[in-house]
């Protein structure tokens, strides 16, 4: 009896916890995740400072399209989908072939990491650019 108590309080020690732990995530406004974005793929794929520029405008874009879809409910996936493809159209005009090639692979082996995490209980899983 004594030994169900205890883990019962530890289960309920670490539900707290995870709850707290998700409470402290930062809430990343559109421009500081379109930045971070183009950061990443700055530093990915060696971008040069025109790319860049191109590049923060797109990405506010595609943040402010996955934020709209988000709220305002109704079929996300399909517009989540849509704005992705929107994306991948402009990408191709900014990036070099090689450049664009290495971002869907790496965009391939991020999805999959996600949906292994999905898989194995770890969260949800989030459309990504």
Known sequence: MKTKRVLAF???????????????????????????????????????????????????QFVQEQMKAREAGGDVRAEMQAASEKQNAALKEILTPDQFQKWQESRKAMMERMRNMQSQGGGQAMPQN
């Open 10 to 60: 530890a289960l309920l020690f670490a539900a707290f916890s995870v709850v707290a732990i998700f409470a402290q995530r930062p809430n990343f406004t559109p421009e500081q995740r379109a930045k971070a974005m183009t950061e990443r793929m700055k530093k990915q794929l060696n971008l040069n400072d025109d790319q860049v520029a191109k590049l923060e405008t797109l990405n506010l």
